[in-house]
Nanobody, 113 residues
C-alpha cells in the first residue's frame, strides 16, 4: 500500500501562485505515475497533471503554461501560477501502481476574484 499526504492549499487572489506538495510513504517501488487531480463543487474529478516515474509529464489543456508538476516517487509538487477563480477546487494527489490507484485526502485551493 501507499499512503499520500498533501500540503500547500489555501486562499489566494486571482493571478497569484501556490505550490502543492504530496509526500508518499509505503511501498514506492511499484509506483508508475504520480499526479494531481481536482474536483470542484458539482463537477467530476479531473486530471490536472501527472508525471511518470521516467519523468514524462502530462497536463490538462486548462492549465498548460500555468501549472508545472515535478518531483519523484517520494515527493512531488504542483506549482500553480496565474491562478484563476475557475481553479478553485479540492486538489488530490494520486499515484498509480499499474492499474491500482491510491489517493490523498485532498487539500482545498480557493482563488478569489
Amino acid at each position: 500500500q501507499v499512503q499520500l499526504v498533501e500540503s500547500g492549499g489555501g486562499l489566494v487572489q486571482a493571478g497569484g501562485s501556490l505550490t502543492l506538495s504530496c509526500t508518499a510513504s509505503g511501498i514506492l517501488s511499484t509506483i508508475t505515475t504520480m499526479g494531481w487531480y481536482r474536483q470542484a463543487p458539482g463537477k467530476q474529478r479531473e486530471l490536472v497533471a501527472d508525471i511518470t516515474s521516467g519523468g514524462e509529464t502530462n497536463y490538462a489543456d486548462s492549465v498548460k503554461g500555468r501549472f508545472s508538476i515535478s518531483g519523484d516517487k517520494n515527493t512531488w509538487h504542483l506549482k500553480m501560477n496565474s491562478l484563476e477563480p475557475a481553479d478553485t477546487a479540492v486538489y488530490y494527489c494520486n499515484v498509480y501502481r499499474g492499474s491500482r490507484a491510491n489517493w490523498g485526502q485532498g487539500t482545498q485551493v480557493t482563488v478569489s476574484s
